[in-house]
């Protein structure tokens, strides 16, 4: 059974910076697209950036120029690393892994941007 687990986020000022991983347990193979999500309390879950196989990337306008992806599909490991954060981008972020006939996603974690 393939599980993703996420890690990293935290309580952070603004200004500052948060790294978050997310690997899949389990026997995963050829995932098209990693992608993180995020919820905000009272609103919808939300496309953060993606990334596909062959490493296109896409961001939402909002965190342009400050937050990147990357993956390392060895090791089936999606990474959002995230600068300059502001407290608009507090949130519950999930890790999502999207194959050909499968989606599967993270439990979350909690990223608190405040003073």
């Known amino acids: 059974q393939v599980q993703l687990v996420e890690s990293g986020g935290g309580l952070v000022q603004p200004g500052g910076s948060l790294r978050l991983s997310c690997v899949a347990s389990?026997?995963?193979?050829?995932?098209?697209?990693m992608g993180w999500y995020r919820q905000a309390p009272g609103k919808q879950r939300e496309l953060v950036a993606d990334?596909?196989?062959?490493?296109?990337?896409n961001y939402a306008d909002s965190v342009k120029g400050r937050f990147s992806i990357f993956r390392d599909n060895a090791k089936n490991t999606v990474y959002l690393q995230m600068n300059s954060l502001k407290p608009e981008d507090t949130a519950v972020y999930f890790c999502?892994?999207?194959?050909?006939?499968?989606?599967?996603w993270g439990q979350g974690t909690q990223v608190t941007v405040s003073s």
């Open positions: 389990g026997s995963i193979f050829a995932v098209l697209t």
């Open positions: 990334i596909t196989r062959g490493g296109f990337t």
């Open positions: 999502n892994f999207r194959l050909v006939t499968n989606n599967y």
